[in-house]
Each structure stands twice: as structure tokens, then as C-alpha cells.
């Protein structure tokens, strides 16, 4: 029998977990942590849980990383239950260990959370249904504006400079000058691109530097797989993979679910020319996004929304080039040139939101 990955008797101990545990399954959605389901039978009924290892090379600091998310659940909790909405599939439950802390750090100094597990739901990792995405839009939107009273600032920052756009661009020019990895001579036109858009990467943060826009409690990675749908109505009920809430941009939040979830390929299509920008999924993003946080937006953020998908799109594609040069060390990867795949598929993207900018400036009107 193989071993598994966790000592399932001290998880069980540690976080009071109940039931007689008949096995795990793995989740590979994630780039970042590892994640297993965990099965328990109790009063002959199967019950499940979220076994989660955090990536402490990237979440550096986890009591800071769940006191973020602690927080945040809790107030979302508390919205819901107030609305009258059922508050367990509202947001995530995450159970406390016997010491009192969100996680438990083993003796190889792994650090582990179990979370409540939602049934009936499912999961899109691409959307090519007008109505599930502006249920998605609506559900980010729902994030948004339950959120627009919590004191952004009372947050950790997680991974610093995580939507900084110009601290980003200064890591691509690191990683070029020290090609640690040997790639930069394969890479010349993607380094190219990425070179004649950096005024883009300036836009939004001197935004915040001149006061115009507001620092918000945001989630910073709303891919449309970071949303549990309801299997019966399509509507999504709760957003997951919160270990990126901190203080940040509305304008992250919605620009990032276009670039995920309104282009016609995956991040990891190889054929740049199936990738493009669907502009009937980018309106009913809109529509079902701003029928939610459009009261708590200032005009500053509903006018750069646009402007929002393509830069999220290009430092989505600057930080896949990133760790191309650098040899692979942050994201998970699956092939040697998986990094170079997903930065072409970015820039692609980029450059198809240029030519269908106008476009959605006047879509973004109708709604605002």
C-alpha cells in the first residue's frame, strides 16, 4: 500500500475531524498548495473535508495568510446569515486545531488546514455559457460588495507586490539580465512584447499614487475555478482559494475573471490562433458583475474595467515569462515549455483585447 502524503491519524486528531476515515482523494486545480479530499464515513453517511498543504515558499508567514482568511469568511458569514442564506455554502468553513490556530505545522515543517467540504457544487476551467458567466460576474460582484465595509487595511499583504504591475515588470527585467535558466535566447519576441507594452504596467498603480483609486479588500486571483457553482440553479454560491485576499483593486478582481474566463482557450492551449477575446461572455460578465458591486464602485473603477482585462492578461503573461527565465520555480508545471505555452497564450490575448478595446468600452456603458 502506498503511503499517503499526510499522517491522516494526527489530522484527524489535530483538527477533531469525526467519522471513520476510508480515504482521500487528490485535487490538481491548484497551481500553489496541495489539496486531497478527505472521506469520512459517519452514522452511515459519507462525510468529506479539505486537506490543504500550504506552499510555505510562497505563503511565507500562514498565521498572518489565516487570519486574512478568518476574517474575511467571517464577515461573509455573517452578510449571509443576516440575508437569511444558508452561511455553510456561503463561504468556506475552516476548522480550528486543537491549539487554537487555523493550521497545524508537522514535524517536516509542512503546514496543514482542513476546511469544510461543499457538496452539489461544481467547477468551470473554461466558460463558454453566457448564463454561468454572468452568474460568475455576479458572484465576484456579490464578493465585492459584501465586502466594501471590512477595513482593507486591518489585512496582511500575502505575497508582497502580488497585482503590482511596475514590481512585476522590474522582476521580468531581473530575469532577463540573469537568464538563470539559459531560456532568453528562445524567448526574444515574448521579451519583446512584454518590453513595448511597460507603460501599461504603470497605468493603475499611478491611479492609486494620485488617489483616485481605492485600496479594497479584493480576492487577486478570480479565475472562474475559484467559484463553487450550485449544480441545480447554475449560480455561483461561494468563492474559494482565498489565500490572495488582502488589500488591493477591484479593477484586479475583474480584469483577471476576463482574462481567465472570456478568452476562447485555456491558459495552457498551444495554438495561439484559437486564442481571443469572446465578447458576448466579456458583456455578460459585465452585466452580472456591475448588477452587484456597480453601487459600491467609484466612476474611476468602472471606467478602467476595460482597460482591467487586458493589463491583468499582460502581467498574467509577464509572470509566466518570469518564471520561464528563472527556471520554473513558482508555478507548477507539467512540461518543460508549460510556462512559455501559458505566456503566448497571454500575450495573444493581449494583443486581441487591443483590437476589440472599443468594444468593450461601449459594452461597459450599457451596465454602468
Not at 486591518?154 to 512585476?168: A, D, G, K, Y
Request: aromatic share 12%; with cysteine; charged share 30%.
Amino acid at each position: 500500500m502506498n503511503k499517503t502524503p499526510f499522517d491522516i491519524d494526527v489530522i484527524t486528531e489535530k483538527f477533531g475531524l469525526k467519522g471513520n476515515y476510508t480515504g482521500y482523494e487528490v485535487n490538481n486545480n491548484g497551481h500553489i498548495n496541495s489539496t486531497f479530499i478527505l472521506i469520512f464515513e459517519e452514522n452511515g453517511k459519507s462525510k468529506k473535508y479539505i486537506l490543504q498543504m500550504i506552499n510555505t515558499s510562497v505563503f511565507k508567514d500562514p498565521e498572518r495568510l489565516m487570519s486574512n482568511i478568518v476574517g474575511i469568511t467571517a464577515h461573509i458569514r455573517k452578510k449571509a446569515e443576516d440575508s437569511g442564506i444558508d452561511s455553510s455554502r456561503a463561504t468556506l468553513h475552516f476548522r480550528v486545531c486543537n491549539d487554537g490556530k487555523y493550521y497545524y505545522e508537522d514535524s517536516e515543517n509542512r503546514c496543514w488546514r482542513v476546511y469544510d467540504y461543499i457538496g452539489d457544487v461544481y467547477t468551470c476551467n473554461t466558460i463558454d455559457s453566457v448564463e454561468v458567466f454572468c452568474n460568475a460576474g455576479k458572484a465576484f460582484g456579490d464578493f465585492q460588495k459584501q465586502l466594501a465595509d471590512y477595513d482593507s487595511s486591518s489585512l496582511f499583504e500575502t505575497i508582497e507586490n502580488f497585482h503590482n504591475t511596475v514590481s512585476r515588470f522590474g522582476d521580468l527585467k531581473r530575469a532577463i539580465i540573469e537568464n538563470a535558466a539559459g531560456r532568453l535566447d528562445s524567448v526574444r519576441d515574448e521579451v519583446d512584447f512584454a518590453l513595448c507594452h511597460e507603460p501599461d504596467a504603470h497605468v493603475l498603480v499611478d491611479l492609486i499614487s494620485d488617489g483616485k483609486l481605492p485600496l479594497r479588500v479584493t480576492h487577486n486571483d478570480t479565475k472562474l475555478n475559484n467559484i463553487l457553482f450550485d449544480n441545480t440553479s447554475n449560480k455561483g454560491i461561494c468563492i474559494i482559494d482565498l489565500d490572495t485576499v488582502m488589500p488591493g483593486l477591484s479593477l484586479y478582481d475583474f480584469g483577471d475573471s476576463i482574462r481567465f474566463g472570456a478568452n476562447t482557450a485555456t491558459e495552457d492551449e498551444k495554438d495561439v490562433l484559437k486564442v481571443s477575446l469572446n465578447l458576448e461572455l466579456y458583456e455578460a460578465y459585465v452585466k452580472g458583475y456591475l448588477s452587484s458591486a456597480k453601487d459600491a464602485l467609484t466612476e474611476c473603477e468602472k471606467e478602467y474595467l476595460p482597460f482591467s482585462a487586458k493589463l491583468m492578461t499582460y502581467e498574467c503573461g509577464i509572470r509566466f515569462l518570469t518564471d520561464y527565465l528563472n527556471g520554473d520555480t513558482y508555478f507548477k508545471t507539467d512540461y518543460p515549455e508549460h510556462n512559455l505555452v501559458r505566456c503566448r497564450t497571454q500575450f495573444a490575448l493581449v494583443e486581441d483585447i487591443e483590437r476589440k478595446t472599443d468594444e468593450m468600452i461601449a459594452i461597459t456603458k450599457k451596465y454602468c
